[in-house]
């Protein structure tokens, strides 16, 4: 059975600082796919990235960076020079290729707070 | 592109009573997806539609609740002799394809008394 873990149920770090949002992900599937959402206080999650396992390449979009390791079975999510607009609750999400087509798996998110 | 919208934002209603939701997804996605999420927690999937058919139910979705997607455009979830479990958000994504990334409306937080 899949199962995802945020193991940080709630971080705060000032204005700048960079943040490391950590995903550990487990799945007999060997096909799967990865996705980071965002829940600002709105409540609409918004994507922001989805990964396959074939892929491991890390990947920098703007302050955002995720690195992938399947030896390790984590999805990490780097912040740098975090921004009060960050702070929102952050969830990591596993979809498996042969019982999740069209369903993802989300953790418990980590809620995260940048203070001014 | 006038995002996913759900209707109403909030629900109160008392035990035993029937609610029903309503979602408008992206036009274009055939694809539409129900979720739910209690505080705390991530969302977990109640079901999915490809344009009119329901292909894929959670068991977490029990005979109490029903979804549709008449003509393969806005759904509806209704749940029937709510309980104070069913209290939650309930939230409705749209994509256009398997595995693409979902696009999420603002969800429906039902509280039942």
């Known amino acids: 059975a899949q199962k995802v873990t945020q193991a940080q149920t709630e971080i705060s770090v000032v204005e700048k600082e960079d943040v490391t949002l950590d995903c550990v992900y487990e799945?007999?599937?060997?096909?799967?796919?990865l996705f980071w959402y965002k829940q600002p206080p709105s409540g609409e999650l918004v994507f922001l990235i989805r990964?396959?396992?074939?892929?491991?390449q890390n990947e920098i979009s703007g302050r955002y960076s995720w690195n992938f390791q399947k030896s390790t079975s984590s999805f990490n999510f780097t912040i740098t020079a975090s921004q009060v607009v960050d702070s929102a609750v952050y969830f990591c999400?596993?979809?498996?290729?042969?019982?999740?087509?069209?369903?993802?798996?989300f953790g418990t998110g980590t809620r995260l707070t940048v203070i001014p | 592109d006038t995002g996913v919208s759900q209707d109403p934002r909030h629900k109160i209603t008392k035990r035993g009573q029937n609610v029903t939701f309503r979602c408008d997804p992206i036009?274009?996605?055939?694809?539409l997806y129900w979720y739910r999420q209690t505080l705390g927690q991530g969302p977990e999937f109640l079901t999915y539609?490809?344009?009119?058919?329901?292909?894929?139910k959670s068991r977490l979705l029990s005979d109490r609740f029903s979804a549709e997607r008449p003509k393969g455009s806005f759904s509806t979830l209704e749940i029937q002799r709510t309980e104070q479990g069913d209290s939650a958000m309930y939230l409705c994504?749209?994509?256009?394809?398997?595995?693409?990334?979902?696009?999420f409306g603002s969800g429906t937080q039902l509280s039942v008394l």
């Open positions: 994504a749209s994509s256009s394809g398997s595995r693409e990334k979902l696009f």
């Open positions: 799945t007999r599937d060997t096909t799967y796919y």
């Open positions: 990964r396959n396992s074939f892929d491991e």
């Open positions: 999400a596993l979809s498996e290729f042969q019982t999740g087509a069209n369903n993802l798996f």
């Open positions: 036009s274009e996605h055939n694809r």
């Open positions: 539609f490809q344009n009119e058919a329901q292909l894929e």
